[in-house]
């Protein structure tokens, strides 16, 4: 038993399958990135979809093959410091204009369809 | 610091077969942070306001809305590490968890992946043993989604936002009775902190709780994940009854029906965890870095600041209060079960200058009003009575002002009515009688027709003139001093018979 | 005695401050072309007639009373559709945010609005600007006032084509591959990207959040000047802003640019480049040198990997900011089978058009699970070496300048069968983007194809925080030139 519990290193594996043939996913890795995107795309889209994406990728190939070792990750261009905020309550929006671009609201509460799943 | 060896764990012993079985517990605890607003937007959070009542456009997750760091939550991280001598980092940063669900407004959670703001530290358990933690972590909660109310699910976002700390434990824990000591110590070091009020009926502290079982020597078990968890009682129901399924399982000797790695929820009726529908597939959260946040930066000078302001724990002032201020360890213990009440009583004792006057009235008294239902405070804060004013009534009892049940009896009308002492005492005329010739005219009417007493005593029983007392006290309308009494009363019959 | 049809922002200011135009004419005249022409071309998303005649009429009040006025008071001006304003309909030209109506409004449209600027409504876009033609719209494509046949570039085609076509004088669009900088050299005008965290991008929708960039639209330089030094500064609400006041205006009207050095980067001007692109800008480059500057030879030598790593990068981050787009708190729902998941799956497969899907699948994809290293983590350290690139260039020069886009403006249809073509239109301004690097887009010729005129853009770039020089080196050029004096033949007057 892992010492961390729930928390693997960052290159460890989550639960998806290792990568198919070296840079080409086919269809089925396509419906599975899909699922995690939560996109149900139809038959049809997912047929057309999956050879632009492996096209797509084909043509990054450039990006995998240079050699970065040594060089740190650039997460945002500019080096900033972190700013930060006084601990002091503010205005917040009035609950009918939180609620009002809601598709479906009940009583005060963002209504959704029953799910009896904590997070997905 | 390490987890006990196999050998050295009483472990679980199995009614059926005799076998003894080594439980391997871990906890993840989810506090919430001491803040005015949450974590990254300025939304101020109350448990029990109306629903969406509390957000702004950051924490709804409308679209161009950006994260701001609350300041006061970052410091009381860093108190709670400290507290929980865990080492700052110099250097963290926040990562995107991303995951979709009704009451996760951006879609991803901001949290801190693999540079959390500290790691290490411990909880001593009452044995002294420290179960030792992998890693604290920032991060903000989610909101509600309330699945028992109607057709929909509800969705309230008041809670999205707000700033936990996720404490990580390693896997020493052995018992389920270890599980909630951990938890009791570990919330009580959070509350002297001043990091978190660590109310799971509020749901200022989540816990889930990692078990596996196995047994003596042999590879760890599958661990299995328990959730929903809403009391420390549930989270010791729910392991010793995880523990027992477990090795119930594996003795079963059926393989199809060893535990899993899932996760499980307790059901507190019934006493049993089940399993939670099984989702589609395994998790896979992409972190990466958050991009609208830079790293955040925790300086040597931040950190000191911190640890040297730090409120006193409450293991040092259980030994301040026996050491320094001669009070028993179980009235030390008493006045230590919260960081209000320890507050509450050393300033009592200092404006009174008798600490073992105060605890004896805080733990007599003024608790004992807390729980009487014709006192309407259920808090310290609640109270009409102030340190100060307590402190005004011991004040005057070590004068000599009022005798204890006077006392008891002015407290009770301060504690109903609001007003101080000295103008009760007036008012109920309670004030103590300390004329010696009228003491002296009760107790020789007291002492008529007592010839037994008067003869116990002569002969050495010098308590027999306890009987006496009471009626003495009464024809004072109780404001003599028990004691004073007592000593008049004895005087008189030893040095003559009564006239 | 002033032009009857004052066409950039600043002179617009003066003639309505010195009472020679009412604002509430100013603004009709905006309106109704966005109406017309604007509706002609397909400019506009939608717009705010109401609102704006009132803000125009109190302009006039304020004056006619002597009070003070800002600096762009009785200014109209187009926002684009992914920018948050109260009151405007921010649905991105896209269906799943279709009647979308954010409950606040953007720092950088509030500093708009305290300048006495009068947005008239919002402009026509790449879905999520996520494109290079504006063909990625939801409520079709915009088209180019030089050529209808055409598109304006992209993601923010409506902004330039609305600038372009005289409507409006200024435009705010979104920069993140090139959408400003593109579209400004497809459509003839002036584009600004800043320095990344110049301007704050609380309430700009997020596509990339550390690429994205509010940029401007103006036919002078001076336009541009007053808009950075009116929307730059500190924003306590965007953490990744920078803590800087806000960029003043040099003042100078220098046209000389005596000392400065301009790097050439090979890269920038392959073989295969269109003849009359290079030739606008070995033109645009001699010009320089007439003015005093001096063209140096550098080396952007990972350019290649530019689009790749911009791709990775910005649809990993879209992937993550777009996953909030599903049908919960706003925007479509649609119900699927029934389920919360489900019903966010449906919601994004219906509202997202085909472009946005596979970014989002390629963004995802980056990120999962055994990928990451190989593709996002990658990605980041190679954007580290573009980035080093630029430094080391700008230790031989001070600027540099090579073509904006690879083509002036294609046909619709051209490009939509391929998404890599498209992708490839971001070659030239890409880079600057992932190095977080101000650059700027000016005219600095034409094309001509099949007896149509096409505007040609130049790109200056200069060091992080060096906004103020490719200002300065933009204006002299434009002192020099007349380009931007060149308008369509479809042009509001």
């Known amino acids: 038993m892992s010492a961390a519990h729930g928390h693997p290193s960052p290159t460890a594996p989550t639960g998806a399958t290792p990568p198919a043939a070296h840079g080409t996913p086919d269809r089925a890795v396509v419906a599975r990135t899909a699922a995690l995107a939560r996109l149900a795309l139809s038959d049809a889209e997912l047929d057309a979809v999956a050879p632009q994406f492996a096209r797509i990728l084909g043509s990054f190939e450039a990006l995998r093959g240079l050699d970065t070792s040594g060089v740190e990750p650039m997460t945002r261009p500019i080096e900033l410091a972190m700013i930060m905020r006084q601990d002091v309550p503010g205005d917040c929006l009035d609950p009918q204009a939180a609620l009002a671009p809601a598709p479906k609201q009940v009583n005060g509460f963002f209504a959704v369809p029953k799910t009896l799943e904590a997070e997905g | 610091m390490s987890r006990p060896t196999d050998d050295d764990v009483p472990g679980v012993v199995s009614a059926r077969t005799g076998q003894r079985w080594i439980p391997v517990m871990g906890l993840e605890v989810h506090c919430q942070l001491k803040t005015k607003t949450k974590l990254f937007s300025h939304a101020p959070y109350r448990f029990g306001a109306e629903p969406n009542t509390r957000t702004t456009p950051v924490c709804t997750g409308q679209p161009g809305a950006l994260p701001v760091l609350n300041e006061a939550a970052v410091l009381l991280a860093v108190r709670a590490a400290l507290a929980l001598d865990a080492t700052v980092a110099t250097w963290s940063k926040f990562d995107r968890k991303n995951y979709f669900y009704c009451d996760l407004p951006k879609g991803f959670q901001i949290t801190q992946f693999d540079q959390p703001y500290c790691s290490g530290g411990g909880v001593a358990l009452p044995s002294g043993r420290i179960v030792r933690l992998t890693r604290i972590h920032l991060e903000e909660d989610a909101g509600k989604a309330i699945h028992d109310r109607g057709p929909d699910t509800l969705v309230d976002l008041n809670r999205a936002g707000v700033p936990l700390i996720e404490i990580v434990s390693e896997a020493d824990i052995t018992s389920a009775q270890e599980a909630f000591d951990y938890l009791t110590r570990l919330k009580e070091t959070l509350q002297f902190a001043g990091a978190s009020d660590c109310d799971m009926e509020k749901g200022s502290l989540r816990c889930d709780v990692n078990i596996s079982v196995h047994r003596p020597g042999a590879k760890w078990g599958t661990k299995v994940e328990l959730k929903n968890l809403n009391s420390f009682r549930n989270v010791m129901a729910a392991a010793d009854f995880e523990i027992l399924r477990q090795i119930e399982a594996y003795e079963s000797g059926d393989s199809a029906l060893f535990p899993v790695q899932e996760t499980r929820t307790f059901d507190a009726g019934s006493g049993k965890t089940r399993s939670m529908r099984s989702k589609e597939d395994a998790h896979d959260y992409r972190y990466f870095p958050e991009p609208d946040l830079p790293p955040l930066h925790l300086s040597a000078e931040l950190i000191d600041l911190q640890r040297r302001s730090l409120p006193e724990s409450a293991p040092a002032r259980r030994a301040r209060y026996v050491g320094a201020l001669g009070l028993s360890e179980y009235d030390a213990g008493v006045l230590t079960a919260s960081p209000a009440l320890a507050q509450w009583f050393e300033e009592t004792a200092d404006l009174a200058g008798s600490p073992k006057d105060a605890a004896n009235w805080i733990s007599n008294e003024v608790l004992r009003a807390l729980s009487d239902p014709q006192i309407e405070s259920k808090s310290l804060e609640d109270l009409r009575i102030t340190p100060a004013s307590l402190a005004e009534l011991i004040g005057f009892v070590r004068a000599g002002k009022l005798n204890v049940p006077a006392g008891r009896e002015v407290l009770r009308a301060m504690l109903t009515s609001g007003r101080h002492a000295a103008e009760l005492i007036a008012e109920l005329g309670l004030e103590q009688v300390s004329d010696e010739g009228q003491l002296e005219e009760w107790c020789q009417e007291a002492l008529v027709g007592k010839d037994k007493v008067i003869a116990d005593v002569l002969a050495g029983k010098d308590k027999a003139v306890g009987a006496l007392v009471g009626p003495v006290m009464k024809a004072s309308k109780g404001k003599a001093n028990p004691q004073v009494v007592t000593e008049i009363l004895l005087r008189l019959i030893r040095d003559g018979a009564p006239s | ?493």
Not at chain 3, 38 to 65: I, K, T, Y
Not at chain 3, 96 to 120: E, N, Q, S
Not at chain 3, 293 to 319: G, R
Not at chain 3, 426 to 432: K, R, V
Request: charged share 20%; net charge neutral; glycine share 10%.
């Open chain 3, 1 to 493: 005695m002033s032009h009857p049809n004052p066409i950039d922002a600043v002179e617009t200011a003066r003639a309505v401050a010195a009472g020679e135009l009412s604002a509430e004419q100013v603004v009709t005249r905006a309106l109704n072309a966005a109406r017309d022409l604007g509706g002609r071309l397909n400019l506009f998303l939608s717009l705010d007639r109401e609102r704006a005649l009132d803000r125009a009429r109190a302009v006039d009040s304020a004056r006619a009373a002597g009070r003070a006025l800002g600096p762009l008071a009785g200014v109209p001006v187009a926002l684009k559709a992914n920018m948050c304003a109260e009151g405007f309909e921010s649905n991105c030209a896209s269906r799943i945010l279709a009647g979308y109506h954010a409950p606040y409004t953007a720092t950088f449209v509030m500093r708009l609005l305290d300048a006495g600027a009068i947005p008239i409504g919002v402009t026509n876009m790449d879905e999520f600007a996520m494109g290079s033609s504006g063909e990625n719209s939801a409520f079709g494509p915009a088209k180019n006032p030089w050529d209808e046949a055409r598109t304006p570039g992209g993601s923010s085609s409506g902004a330039a084509g609305a600038v372009a076509a005289g409507i409006v004088p200024i435009a705010l669009g979104s920069d993140t591959g090139g959408s400003v900088r593109q579209p400004a050299a497809l459509c003839g005008i002036l584009g600004l990207k800043p320095t990344y965290g110049r301007i704050s991008r609380y309430g700009l929708i997020a596509f990339a959040s550390s690429l994205d960039q509010v940029s401007p639209f103006a036919r002078s330089v001076r336009d541009l000047e007053l808009l950075l030094e009116l929307l730059s500064g500190a924003d306590p609400l965007d953490s990744t802003s920078l803590p800087l006041a806000p960029l003043g205006r040099s003042g100078e009207e220098g046209a000389r640019l005596d000392g400065l050095r301009i790097g050439v980067p090979a890269q920038y001007m392959p073989a295969g480049l269109d003849p009359r692109v290079r030739t606008a800008i070995e033109a645009s480059l001699a010009t320089f040198e007439s003015l005093g500057a001096k063209l140096v030879e550098v080396s952007l030598p990972h350019t290649d990997a530019a689009i790749p790593c911009y791709y990775v990068v910005a649809t990993a981050e879209a992937s993550s900011n777009l996953a909030r787009f599903e049908g919960v708190r706003y925007g479509m729902r649609e119900l699927g089978d029934g389920s919360l998941q489900g019903m966010m799956a449906a919601t994004r497969a219906a509202g997202f058009g085909p472009e946005v899907k596979r970014r989002i699948l390629l963004g995802t994809y980056v990120l999962s699970s055994g990928y990451y290293a190989a593709w996002y983590g990658q990605a980041l350290k190679v954007r580290r070496l573009l980035r080093r690139d630029f430094d080391r260039a700008f230790e031989q020069c001070d600027v540099i300048a090579g073509p904006t886009s690879p083509t002036p403006a294609f046909r619709l249809g051209a490009k939509t069968a391929d998404p890599v073509a498209m992708y490839l239109n971001d070659i030239l301004t890409a880079p600057a983007s992932l190095a977080g690097l101000p650059a700027l887009s000016l005219p600095c010729g034409f094309a001509e194809e099949s007896g149509t005129r096409l505007p040609l853009g130049l790109q200056l770039i200069a060091p992080p925080l060096e906004d103020a020089r490719v200002l300065r080196a933009a204006r002299a050029f434009e002192s020099a030139t007349d380009f931007h004096t060149q308008h369509p033949a479809l042009f509001a007057s």
